[in-house]
């Protein structure tokens, strides 16, 4: 059977038409609303606001939380542009994936099965422990690979290429550390 | 403090989101095969696609900033130390989960279960910054250059590495190709 002609039901469209898709999107933001594309702020802004309903003092006023201060109170609205973003992000997904028929319910990897055991507990603190890491990390940097590998990437912003070469590097060790050469062979199991 | 951010950037925002999750899931990179593949350099989907969205993404940005579209760019500061520890944190967390922030919210949209764990891992970890920046703000101050870009640390037009990126971007993807071809002789 030929594949469909609607794109749109697709599993896949080449990373290059993706890549430049991206890279144009970040031209709309510049220039219709003055903004670079990014995520993990946002995750700061749903820390605040869980923080608001027990102790609103913490996230604006004199005694807050230095962070929140600066990320919320003195920068932009609890539900900033950056937030509606990433509820877009989450709907796009679902809607590219049902169009295409490509929604996975993934419990364990075929990788991670492979080299850890099938154990759904264990993958599950595994991801949340790296999530948690990951994210840390990216606070710290100032920026995830959105608003740093792409946007400041894009930008030619000194602070995104020490990010994107460190965040790379230490990416490659680690998934030899934990599969080793052999998980190559493993990687689509 | 104020609550909600202005009707145009909410549905802007909403939009914005909307095509750029479709466009990660049709790139396949809400996928942890694709995004560990990377890293064990068995697929190399994430590299071509940031590297076009940089190259393409740059010379619009530029472009319009040189044409006045635009007034300003969004450049973070070049917080050297904490950008490369942060860097490096962020690594060794995205290697493991095999999503990145991003991703990970479109891989969960998709229905991975696992990503779900990795977001509230994510949420903790914004949490434990949160409340361990007091303190450790100070590496913030180690190494600070502000927001400078390559152009203005090299006193050379931000053009010169706009080309750069693109002649390197051309050389890797011309790499990848001349590799997936030998492995899968047609």
Not at chain 2, 39 to 50: G, P, R
Not at chain 2, 97 to 111: K, M, N, Q, S
Request: hydrophobic share 50%.
């Amino acid at each position: 059977m030929a594949e469909s002609t609607n794109v749109l039901t697709h599993k896949r469209w080449s990373p290059y038409a993706v890549g430049a898709g991206i890279g144009v999107l970040s031209w709309i933001t510049f220039l219709t609303m003055d903004k670079a594309l990014g995520t993990s702020s946002s995750f700061v802004h749903a820390v605040g606001l869980a923080t608001w309903f027990g102790a609103p003092g913490v996230v604006s006023g004199e005694g807050a939380n230095a962070y929140l201060a600066k990320e919320i109170s003195a920068k932009t609205p609890m539900f900033d542009w950056q937030v509606f973003l990433v509820i877009g992000v989450a709907i796009g997904a679902f809607v590219s994936s049902r169009l295409s028929g490509d929604a996975v319910k993934e419990c364990v990897p075929g990788l991670w099965s492979w080299r850890f055991g099938p154990n759904k507990a264990v993958r599950y603190v595994g991801a949340f422990v790296a999530g948690l890491v990951m994210m840390f990390g990216a606070r710290l940097a100032g920026g995830c690979t959105s608003g740093h590998g792409i946007s400041g990437g894009l930008q030619l912003a000194v602070s995104s290429w020490v990010f994107f070469l460190c965040t790379f590097a230490a990416g490659v060790v680690t998934a030899f550390a934990l599969f080793g050469i052999k998980g190559r062979a493993h990687v689509l199991d | 403090m104020s609550w909600i951010d202005s009707p145009a950037n909410i549905v802007g925002g909403l939009l914005a989101g909307v095509v750029f999750g479709f466009l990660l899931q049709k790139g396949q990179v809400t996928k942890y095969r694709v995004i560990v593949g990377q890293f064990l350099f068995t697929d190399n989907t994430v590299l071509k696609i940031m590297l076009s969205a940089i190259v393409v993404g740059s010379v619009g940005v530029y472009g319009m900033l040189g044409l006045g579209l635009i007034e300003h760019l969004h450049i973070k500061a070049a917080t050297l130390a904490a950008n490369a520890l942060g860097g490096l944190i962020f690594g060794v967390g995205m290697s493991s989960l095999g999503y990145c922030p991003g991703t990970g919210v479109g891989a969960i949209a998709e229905g991975s279960r696992h990503a779900a764990w990795g977001g509230l891992g994510m949420l903790f970890g914004a949490a434990a910054y949160t409340f361990a920046y007091p303190a450790i703000s100070g590496i913030l101050e180690v190494a600070d250059y502000g927001k400078v870009s390559l152009a203005d640390v090299t006193g050379v037009s931000p053009w010169v590495w706009v080309a750069f990126f693109a002649v390197v971007s051309g050389a890797v993807f011309a790499l990848i190709h001349k590799i997936e071809a030998k492995k899968a002789p047609a």
